[in-house]
């Protein structure tokens, strides 16, 4: 009885219980006391089990930030409530890219909450010096902004310290980069005629170090070629061989629809075999044109400005038109559940547009870093994609030592192996609709960039690194807090009169067979005389 553990059922008591968190306040504490004079108070150490205290209640409030995600099963069957008050100080909000490549700028956005006026936040390299800072200004919440430009490819831990005045160190915070060498698309533009948006555009492509060929047409089977970090090749004809080598192609809307159906044809082709990405450049007829040849459905709109995602107060101009949301309709840019930029998946390639128009103007107005994002969002999700037999994915963000860390592949595979880097298999679970996707989590247990690897693939790895709990607590604590208010957002009902299992005290069972042991050894003695 003692190893099964039997249940009985038992009604729930119907008195209320505080489960006290990390940021629990006091005076929040004394309130509910006042109100509840039985109020159960429940310490909470996060990943170790409430067990009994729990069962005692028939519903609790939070306090503080909240339960780690992985302890709600904790109270699954007790109604709860988080409440409100508890907010987080220090960075709590912080957005940049991990992976970064030789040369680009690594932009660091964040947002610091009641910091104190005239601390510096610096930015430093993996050997302490700083690449950028800012002084903070002592508002409530305030935004912040920091660049570095990486020059060696390798992995390193860049750091986000905060100094007081007299330069003191008061909190210095990792922030992992995967720098890796720049990547050369090779993109081909073909133009009607000459426009403003092609002219500033190419510059920027030739600037990021792409291999571009513009083609803009003069006059009838007339052609005016340029050259950007390429050899001399022509453009002549739409064949299969012409486009294959090509990463990315933007069009505008008249080269587009003057296209043969031989053209069109190849075209098609490569992009669904050979994955090449095409950008149109749309002017104000394209978007009267039926879906099955602009590829898109539009609604016509009144609005000829909007904002982009990444600059909402800044404006830029659009054509007064909008996406419709359709099947395999994808998004690039959207602000203020506006579609402003969109693709759809042919097969390998993908085929995308935009609402915006004249962005060069962003140049012209002094904005360039929002034209360059703007672009550089464009080129990265439309390029040709390097097929991977294996693609790995994670949405964990920051990598904390002993807490989980979820991962997903996609593979070919049929029964692939993941392990750590001491060699530990990590167990899979396959996704019921796609066979070739499985999810993985691991715990890892060192700090510092680790790595997992395919057994079944030794080219296919994953890096990521590993940084102790006590960092990014302001981060993890707002997360936190934002997953309890989702879980926890509902009105106490208490559980008082309804049944549960609860298992029998094994005290009980102990003293049964205490009582049994003792009359056996009793019943030999007294048989012994």
Do not use: C
Request: charged share 20%; net charge neutral.
């Amino acid at each position: 009885m003692i190893a099964l553990k039997p249940s009985i059922q038992k009604s729930v008591a119907s008195n209320i219980g505080v489960v006290l968190t990390p940021g629990s306040d006091q005076e929040q504490l004394d309130s509910l006391q006042s109100v509840h004079e039985d109020l159960k108070i429940i310490p909470y150490k996060i990943n170790q089990p409430m067990g009994k205290a729990i069962d005692s209640v028939g519903s609790v409030y939070i306090l503080g930030g909240g339960l780690a995600s992985f302890d709600f099963w904790q109270l699954e069957k007790v109604p709860a409530k988080i409440i409100k008050g508890f907010k987080p100080r220090g960075i709590t909000k912080l957005k940049y890219a991990i992976n970064g490549t030789v040369g680009e700028e690594v932009v660091v956005k964040g947002s610091y909450s009641e910091g104190k006026k005239g601390n510096r936040l610096v930015l430093s390299n993996p050997r302490g010096v700083g690449m950028d800072s800012i002084i903070l200004s002592g508002l409530v919440q305030e935004n912040f902004k920091l660049t570095m430009d990486p020059i060696v490819v390798g992995k390193f831990k860049y750091t986000l310290v905060e100094k007081d005045s007299l330069a003191t160190i008061i909190s210095s915070e990792p922030l992992p980069l995967d720098v890796r060498e720049r990547k050369s698309l090779k993109i081909l533009m073909i133009n009607n005629f000459p426009t403003f948006e092609t002219k500033y555009l190419k510059n920027y492509l030739a600037e990021k170090g792409h291999q571009v060929t513009i083609r803009t047409q003069l006059t009838t089977n007339r052609y005016k070629y340029e050259y950007f970090n390429t050899e001399q090749q022509p453009f002549y004809n739409f064949t299969t061989k012409q486009l294959e080598g090509y990463d990315l192609l933007f069009m505008d809307f008249e080269s587009y629809v003057n296209l043969s159906k031989t053209d069109l044809s190849a075209l098609h082709h490569n992009l669904k075999i050979n994955g090449l990405g095409l950008f149109i450049q749309p002017s104000a007829t394209y978007f009267a044109l039926a879906s099955g040849r602009s590829g898109f459905s539009f609604a016509t709109d009144k609005t000829v400005k909007t904002s982009l995602p990444f600059f909402p107060k800044l404006s830029v101009d659009k054509f007064s038109y909008n996406f419709e949301s359709a099947f395999g309709l994808e998004i690039i840019h959207e602000f203020d559940n506006q579609i402003l930029t969109a693709y759809q998946r042919m097969v390998n390639g993908r085929f995308g547009t935009t609402v915006v128009q004249n962005t060069y103007q962003l140049l012209l107005n002094g904005h360039e870093e929002a034209y360059e994002q703007f672009w550089s969002d464009v080129v990265t999700v439309l390029a040709k994609r390097n097929f991977e037999p294996t693609e790995w994915s994670t949405s964990s963000g920051f990598v904390f030592m002993d807490e989980p860390f979820e991962f997903n592949i996609r593979t070919a595979i049929e029964n692939p192996e993941v392990s750590n880097k001491e060699k530990l298999q990590i167990p899979l679970r396959q996704d019921v609709e796609m066979v070739n996707k499985w999810y993985g989590t691991t715990f890892p247990s060192t700090l510092g960039w680790q790595q997992l690897s395919l057994k079944n693939d030794s080219l296919s790895t994953y890096d990521y690194f590993v940084m102790d709990t006590t960092k990014w607590k302001s981060i993890t604590a707002r997360k936190t807090l934002e997953e309890n208010q989702r879980h926890f957002d509902g009105t106490i009902e208490s559980r008082a009169g309804s049944k549960i299992w609860v298992p029998i005290n094994q005290f009980w069972f102990f003293f049964i067979f205490i009582t049994g042991m003792g009359y056996l050894w009793l019943e030999s003695k007294w048989s012994a005389k």
